[in-house]
Every structure is written in C-alpha cells, then in structure tokens.
C-alpha cells in the first residue's frame, strides 16, 4: 500500500486547512487509518484516527471540536479538516494504515503498517 499526503502549508494561526492522503496499491482490504504528527522535538502523536466503516472516530483532547477526521473508501482517501488552527499545531502530519486494526482504533504508530511522507503544516501568530 502506498500513501501520499497532501494539502499541507503555510497558514496564518485561526485559519483551516484539509488534508488529503491517498492509498494506492493492495487496498482491497479493511483497514483503519490514523494521522499523526511530529513536531521538532517532539514525539509523534496520533492527532485523528478512523475505523474502515467511519463509525468509530479518535482524536487528541487537545484537538477535539477543531479536527474532523472523515474518509472516502471509493476514492480510498482520508481527510483532515483542521479548523482553528494554532501555532502549536506545526508539525510534519502524516498519515497512515493499520491493516489489524480496521475497526478498532488505535493511537499506536507501531501498529500501523503503512506510512505516507508526510506533509508540513506551518502556522503562524
């Protein structure tokens, strides 16, 4: 499975952006994605994650009522809307797919298989 993450940029700090990652390749099974992201520094945090159906959603505390995590499993896609956004939110977001966990989420990053590149996220006061 391959991922490519876009949608990424330089935003001034209350703006919004959305993600989108792409899953190409061996996607014909379920499985669940997540998006972390990793500021210098810092370690790599799930900020979002989704089950294959959409019906069990995860998100940091800290982010909850700012990021929606929404997927499109004919396009093989998911997304990040991140609303509000602050400057404590720059970081390298990437995203990624857990095969075991398709329904139940996880905020593991060792138990998702597949890893995009990651996309930056500026924000800035």
């Known amino acids: 499975v391959q991922l490519q993450a876009s949608g990424g940029g330089l935003v001034q700090a209350g703006g919004s952006l959305r993600l989108s990652c792409a899953a190409s390749g061996r996607t014909r099974s379920r499985y669940g994605m997540g998006w972390f992201r990793q500021a210098p520094g810092k370690e790599r945090e799930c900020v979002a994650a989704?089950?294959?159906?959409?019906?069990?959603?995860y998100y940091a505390d800290s982010l909850k009522g700012r990021f929606t995590i929404s997927r499109d499993n004919a396009e093989n896609t998911v997304y990040l809307q991140m609303n509000s956004l602050k400057p404590e939110d720059t970081a390298v977001y990437y995203c990624?797919?857990?095969?075991?966990?398709?329904?139940?989420?996880?905020?593991?990053?060792?138990?998702?298989?597949?890893w995009g590149q990651g996309t930056q996220v500026t924000v800035s006061s």
């Open positions: 989704i089950s294959w159906s959409g019906g069990n959603t």
């Open positions: 990624a797919v857990s095969l075991a966990y398709s329904e139940v989420l996880t905020t593991q990053h060792f138990r998702y298989d597949y």
